[in-house]
T-cell receptor
Framework: KQEVTQIPAALSVPEGENLVLNCSFT??????LQWFRQDPGKGLTSLLL?????REQTSGRLNASLDKSSGRSTLYIAASQPGDSATYLC????????????FGAGTRLAVHP | KAGVTQTPRYLIKTRGQQVTLSCSPI?????VSWYQQTPGQGLQFLFE???????NKGNFPGRFSGRQFSNSRSEMNVSTLELGDSALYLC?????????????FGPGTRLTVL
């Protein structure tokens, strides 16, 4: 069964810390992996897309890595800010399905001043 | 470029009724997918449409259906509503198959079933 797991479920850090969010998936046959951010009651904002052939992607203070063989991805957030507080979701597009993303349960991040 | 739009944003219905939700993708995008988000089950895939054809379907009962129009706009219908259908319904659009494309999500429709 294709599953995506995110650890930790929740994280509370002081402003300025560098932090790592983890995502693992059960099948290495993937097209891509996408990280999203969701604010309470809102839709999803795409942060980074990593193709199966790529090892990492960077956007500003965000860096996402992908190790397909071990079924893992990490999202690194540098110098965290209160505005980074949100739920971060990892979604995998497994091979063989059209546009079907399998989501992890998310990591709820709180950055306090 | 306008993002994905969904209407209405909020809906309140009673058990047994039916509901139709609408999604307009980003201009030029031909694929539209639908997801249900609940606190207990998280985000779950409902179905995907491309050029008016359903290409993929999740594990939901037949009460959940959808369609896509020639302009790529999509509608989702839920018949005989149940309390458990209360959820945030999200649609996403992408240019083609999503194998290399980013999927962009709309703000969602919050459905409450009483």
């Amino acid at each position: 069964k294709q599953e995506v797991t995110q650890i930790p479920a929740a994280l509370s850090v002081p402003e300025g810390e560098n932090l790592v969010l983890n995502c693992s998936f059960t099948d290495s046959a993937i097209y891509n992996l996408q990280w999203f951010r969701q604010d309470p009651g809102k839709g999803l904002t795409s942060l980074l897309l990593i193709q199966s052939s790529q090892r990492e992607q960077t956007s500003g203070r965000l860096n996402a890595s992908l190790d397909k063989s071990s079924g893992r991805s990490t999202l690194y957030i540098a110098a965290s800010q209160p505005g980074d507080s949100a739920t971060y979701l990892c979604a995998v597009h497994f091979s063989g399905g059209y546009n079907k993303l399998i989501f992890g349960a998310g990591t709820r991040l709180a950055v306090h001043p | 470029k306008a993002g994905v739009t969904q209407t209405p944003r909020y809906l309140i219905k009673t058990r047994g009724q039916q509901v139709t939700l609408s999604c307009s993708p980003i201009s030029g995008h031909r694929s539209v997918s639908w997801y249900q988000q609940t606190p207990g089950q998280g985000l779950q895939f409902l179905f995907e449409y491309f050029s008016e054809t359903q290409r993929n379907k999740g594990n939901f009962p037949g009460r959940f259906s959808g369609r896509q129009f020639s302009n790529s706009r999509s509608e989702m219908n839920v018949s005989t509503l149940e309390l458990g259908d209360s959820a945030l319904y999200l649609c996403a659009s992408s240019y083609l198959s999503g194998r290399t494309d980013t999927q962009y999500f709309g703000p969602g429709t919050r459905l409450t079933v009483l």
